[in-house]
Each structure stands twice: as structure tokens, then as C-alpha cells.
């Protein structure tokens, strides 16, 4: 199958881009193309308009400080994975980001077009939640931030507008003491997660997003559990869904290991 037809602008500002998308209710932001390509082929996505924003200058810096972790809107995946700035200030990024599809993905892939695809199977997503991070948009009345919070309103949607482009992605920094961890199970590595799990341990704080259990990215709060009751505690706040990948049993099996294991990976990398 091939994408119904739509016509196609390259702007050479942000200022454009912006201005393309409030112009027309069709319209749909290009960026590494590797979720939204897909869904054109299929016919599952049919935007009167693609405004592709890879000309615009800026938006492809990573930068990492004591504060955090910054991804601009044009990173790449690939990249964003072999900095060992991003590497050291939040470890979890690129333990998530090692599980993203395959290379060739992850070399056109933008780490801000996964967020915003708002895919409760995806990685970058569950990371962004767990950690408490939050998205920059720029639209028609100016920039502003979204809190992670406030961001996944239920499936594949944000509270990004239809004419505001997502600009750079914000996530904490790993506290000194705190340990985090990442794990999921796939058919083959690279394919969709039937269940992932990331942890994050601070002292007694001990907090576990999970992707591929629920529409949207969740997070649990399991501090004060005890070993033992860390995956039961984790499904009475969780309802695992079934499919064609797996059943709801299986899922919530899989919750029951991985929670247990991220939580101890996890405890297992504090300092």
C-alpha cells in the first residue's frame, strides 16, 4: 500500500514550521519519520500536509549538566545512546535507548518523535515518566513546558497542540546515591516489548515505569515493599491488557518478574 497523497514543505524556520501547522488542520510534523512513515504506508495516517523540520537549525544538540539530560528535537537515537555525557549524568537513557528497535532505526529515529508518537510500548516514553522529565513545545503563542505529567492523555495522544512543535525533551539527573535499571522482554531484540520495566532507587524511594502493560506509560510507587511482594503490589495498581502478542496472564507474569528484577539491578548500581 502506498500513502494517500499529501503535499510536503521544508521550512527553514521555526517560525515557518509553526506557522505551516496552525494553517492547516491536516497537517503533520516530519522528523525522523520512523513511526509516522509506517503509519502513511499503511494509510493509517493520511496528514494533508508533512512539514519536515530536519532543515531547521538547533535542534539536533544533546547536552548534559548537573541538572540533567537535554535532547533537541533532530537527535538522532544513535546519537543521543553513544554520548557518554548523557551516559553518565542519567544512565537510564541509554539503558532504555539500547532496546529501541534495531540500529537502522535508531540511526534516523529521534528520541522527541518517540515521545511525542506517545506509544505506551515504546521506551523513551516510560523513561521520560519515571523519571519525572518534561517536553518543550514551541506553537503559534510562544514556548512552553510540558510536565511529563501532563503530557500522555490516553493512547498514541499528547497534550502537544496540532500546531506546536516539540523542540527538546528534558530528563533529570541521576541523584548521587540513586541506582536505576531497565529490562524487557521481546520475541526478538528489537521488536516491540510484550513487557518493559524501568527502576529507579533513591534510599527508600523506589519507583518502576512499565511500557507494553498499559495504553499509556505508567509508574508505580513500590517504596517500603518488600522484596517478595514487589511484583503483586505492582499489578494491584496495574491491569495488564492482552492481544495478539501475549495474554494478560503472561503480561502480568512478566510484570511480576521484571519488577522484581529492575528493583534489584537497580539497588545492586547505587553508590
Known amino acids: 500500500m502506498k500513502p494517500a497523497p499529501f503535499a510536503y514543505l521544508r521550512p527553514g524556520s521555526l517560525t515557518e514550521a509553526v506557522a505551516a501547522l496552525a494553517g492547516d488542520a491536516g497537517a503533520k510534523v516530519l522528523a525522523g519519520g520512523q513511526s509516522l ?25 544533546v547536552t548534559a549538566d548537573e541538572s540533567g539530560v537535554t535532547i533537541g528535537a533532530l537527535a538522532r537515537h544513535a546519537d543521543v545512546l553513544a554520548s557518554a555525557d548523557v551516559r553518565r ?16 532505526i535508531r ?28 517536553l518543550e513545545v514551541e506553537g ?30 528534558f530528563f533529570p539527573a541521576l541523584a548521587p546515591g540513586a541506582g536505576v535499571a531497565f529490562e524487557e522482554i521481546a520475541r526478538r531484540h528489537g521488536d516491540y516489548a510484550l ?3 524501568a527502576a529507579l532507587v533513591d534510599g ?11 495504553d499509556v506509560p505508567t509508574v508505580v510507587d513500590l517504596s517500603g515493599v518488600p522484596d517478595d ?19 494478560a496472564d503472561y503480561r502480568a507474569h512478566l510484570v ?15 553508590t
Not at 527508600?204 to 498499559?214: K, Q
Not at 511480576?256 to 547505587?270: I, K, P
Open 140 to 169: 503559534p503563542g510562544g514556548r512552553r513546558t510540558i510536565p511529563v505529567g501532563e503530557l500522555y492523555v490516553g493512547p498514541l495522544e499528547s497534550s502537544v497542540h496540532h500546531d506546536e512543535i516539540a523542540v527538546s525533551a
Open 256 to 270: 511480576r518478574v521484571l519488577t522484581e528484577r529492575v528493583v534489584r539491578s537497580a539497588r545492586e548500581g547505587t
Open 37 to 61: 512513515v509506517p503509519l502513511l504506508s499503511m494509510r493509517l495516517a493520511a496528514p494533508s500536509l508533512l512539514v519536515d523540520i530536519n532543515g531547521l537549525p538547533g535542534l539536533d544538540a
Open 229 to 247: 511482594r514487589l511484583g503483586d503490589v505492582a499489578l494491584e495498581q496495574l491491569d495488564p491488557a492482552e492481544d495478539i502478542h501475549a495474554s
Open 195 to 197: 513487557v518493559g520495566a
Open 204 to 214: 527508600a524511594a523506589v519507583r518502576v515505569g512499565y511500557l507494553s502493560v498499559a
Open 89 to 104: 549524568v542519567q544512565p537510564l537513557v541509554p539503558l532504555a535507548l539500547a532496546h529501541v528497535a534495531h540500529a537502522t
Open 107 to 134: 540511526n534516523r529515529g529521534t528520541t522527541v518523535g518517540s515521545l511525542v508518537h506517545a506509544d505506551g510500548a515504546a521506551e523513551m516514553p516510560a523513561v521520560l515518566s519515571l523519571l519525572g522529565g518534561s
